[in-house]
């Protein structure tokens, strides 16, 4: 996918116009796991991180921090703030050493293709886990997705403009990109989401051995679990 390879900085930007606050959201994520884990020292893996923003504001809020993602522009972007970042597959990613939680924000699950992808995932998330270890998703909440059904935004950024046509055709959310730079250069591609239900994604969670399986939030939805 070009806006997570090759046009990484634009997603970059793209998520600065937004508003994104990605402080904000890596404190709400801070007191979820501190009111979880009694412990001075908490190692944190964000998986699938982009360029690494959540990582950067967890590492500094104190936090032992490691992240990863599978496209080498990210991991590029996201080891020029962090030292480091691992090239991973969710599916089937490794850590030197297992962490206390693991965090995979803002609907990255949703680029797993089937339901055999998504129990891949947990299972490698369970094994990468220390023994009470925290896993936390988020998900944009399917009850707003399902409402949404075809929409089209835009977002002039500094050097191009993003054009963006969302269908849902459950489970399948559609995104149609068109990336215009500044001399009218097109790039376009789609993006093929899975929004897993979230009774589905509880149900192999508990197959796995996950357990006291909770969900927080409103439009974006924590589903917290722990090992
Ligand atoms: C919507 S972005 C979210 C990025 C970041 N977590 C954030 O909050 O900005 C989805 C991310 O998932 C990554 N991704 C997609 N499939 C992946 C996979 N199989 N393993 C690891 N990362 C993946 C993409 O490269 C992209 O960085």
Redesign the pocket.
Known sequence: ?KL??SK?KV?HDW?KVMG?D?KK?AKLLAKLIKSKIAKKEISIF??????G??ALSLKRLGFNVSC????DE?VSIARKKLGSCKK????S?KLNKKVDVIT?????IF??KASK?LTL?LQSCYSNLKEDGLLII?ITNPKILNKLSKSTNSWKLKDCEIIMESELRPPKLIQDFIIKDSKGTETKEKHHLNVFPLEEIKKIMKEIGFQDIETKGENKLHIITSK
Do not use: P, R
Request: aromatic content about 16%; some cysteine.
């Open positions: 996918m997570y390879e990484a997603y998520m994104k990605y959201e964000d998986l699938a991180c982009g360029t923003e959540h990863g993602d599978l496209s990210m991973v597959d969710m599916k990613f995979c924000m803002f609907n990255s680029y797993l992808e995932m988020e």
